[in-house]
């Protein structure tokens, strides 16, 4: 490997890390704002706030993996793929809980159990799908700057994935071009 390629290579593999570890941040920084909202705000997260948080927390890992073994071209991908899986995961299930908020009063899903209960009480796809379906407390909006929690889970995973692919592509083909492939 020449000289100039080493260097290349050796900057775009602590740019991706340091990219990644934003992304880390970035999510840790959501969840503990979610935590925050929910301690000291008193706003009770209802069980798609609380599935929307596994998503962050999912796409947090996923950045964590990147920022940990930096991988080069290809390998990239392998942390990527997982990690826009999840980020779509989340603004679906952002988008459905928008949608129920968005639902006339008359229309909307009555209040269910807790989602302790369900984790204790139902085998798994079934909790998903009662969970997926919506609850009266998921028709509460609690807004923030005027957008309901939702939206701005929404706009977060949408930048997040945003963020992992723009990570992703930069120095890549500067790399293969020098590496002659």
Same mark, same amino acid.
């Given at each position: 490997?020449?000289?100039? $390629?080493?260097?290349?290579?050796?900057?775009?593999?602590? %740019?991706? =890390? !340091?990219?990644? @570890?934003?992304?880390? &941040?970035? +999510?840790?920084?959501?969840?503990?704002?979610?935590?925050?909202?929910?301690?000291?705000?008193?706003?009770?997260?209802?069980?798609?706030?609380?599935?929307?948080?596994?998503?962050?927390?999912?796409?947090?890992?996923?950045? $964590?993996?990147?920022?940990?073994?930096?991988?080069?071209? %290809?390998? =990239? !991908?392998?942390? @990527?793929?997982?990690? &826009?899986? +999840?980020?779509?995961?989340?603004?679906?299930?952002?988008?459905?809980?928008?949608?129920?908020?968005?639902?006339?009063?008359?229309?909307?899903?009555?209040?269910?159990?807790?989602?302790?209960?369900?984790?204790?009480?139902?085998?798994?796809?079934?909790?998903?799908?009662?969970?997926?379906?919506?609850?009266?407390?998921?028709?509460?909006?609690?807004?923030?700057?005027?957008?309901?929690?939702?939206?701005?889970?929404?706009?977060?995973?949408?930048?997040?994935?945003?963020?992992?692919?723009?990570?992703?592509?930069?120095?890549?083909?500067?790399?293969?071009?020098?590496?002659?492939?």
């Amino acid at each position: 490997m020449s000289r100039e $390629l080493e260097e290349i290579v050796i900057h775009s593999s602590l %740019a991706y =890390r !340091l990219r990644c @570890l934003a992304g880390v &941040l970035a +999510c840790l920084g959501l969840l503990g704002f979610a935590l925050y909202a929910q301690y000291v705000w008193m706003m009770d997260p209802c069980p798609l706030c609380i599935f929307q948080r596994i998503a962050f927390a999912a796409v947090g890992f996923f950045f $964590l993996a990147g920022a940990i073994h930096g991988p080069r071209a %290809a390998g =990239r !991908l392998v942390v @990527l793929l997982p990690l &826009l899986i +999840c980020a779509a995961t989340g603004i679906a299930i952002a988008g459905r809980h928008l949608w129920i908020q968005s639902l006339p009063a008359d229309q909307v899903p009555s209040c269910g159990p807790g989602l302790g209960y369900l984790v204790d009480t139902f085998p798994f796809m079934h909790m998903l799908k009662i969970v997926l379906t919506g609850s009266g407390e998921c028709a509460k909006v609690q807004k923030i700057l005027g957008l309901p929690m939702p939206a701005w889970s929404l706009a977060w995973f949408l930048l997040l994935a945003g963020w992992a692919v723009w990570v992703t592509k930069s120095g890549y083909g500067r790399e293969q071009r020098l590496a002659g492939r």
